[in-house]
């Protein structure tokens, strides 16, 4: 998919589930979807993305995959800066911290959530980076 295209989607996205505390656009495809905040790495503003999210427990999990794109996605980047992010799943925000995982963590991590969402194992294919496994904990 188009870069642009992506982001223009992700903001109307964003803005929908916001404007709606979660009633709309919360399920896209059967998965779940989230709002991620993070804090832009140079400008230093919020920056919201949309994205499927999957309870493990009582963290969230969510996959960096840029549609495939051989480069990571803005969002990703902007949390390996600053961990500390924010997590809105409907009515309800979380302070979070977030890590990526690796190992036979990020391999059961990424299981469960292709099986929710098929389109990550077509990403992976199409690229040559390891995509990245974002597990989101709640803050201390």
């Not at 870069?3 to 399920?27: C, E, F, M, P």
């Not at 804090?39 to 999990?61: H, M, Y």
């Not at 996959?63 to 902007?78: K, R, V």
């Amino acid at each position: 998919m188009n870069k642009t295209l992506i982001k223009v989607a992700g903001s109307v996205h964003a803005a929908l589930y916001k404007a709606s505390g979660g009633r709309l656009a919360r399920n896209m495809r059967g998965s779940e979807v989230v709002l991620l905040t993070t804090t832009g790495r140079r400008s230093g503003k919020r920056r919201i993305a949309p994205l499927f999210g999957q309870a493990d427990g009582e963290n969230w999990v969510v996959i960096a995959s840029n549609g495939g794109h051989p480069e990571h996605t803005n969002w990703y980047h902007n949390l390996r800066d600053n961990p500390d992010v924010e997590l809105q799943v409907g009515t309800e925000t979380s302070q979070r911290k977030a890590e990526t995982v690796e190992g036979d963590e990020r391999t059961r991590l990424w299981k469960m959530m292709a099986e929710k969402y098929h389109g990550y194992d077509e990403y992976q294919a199409s690229t040559s980076r390891v995509i990245p496994v974002v597990l989101l904990r709640p803050a201390d």
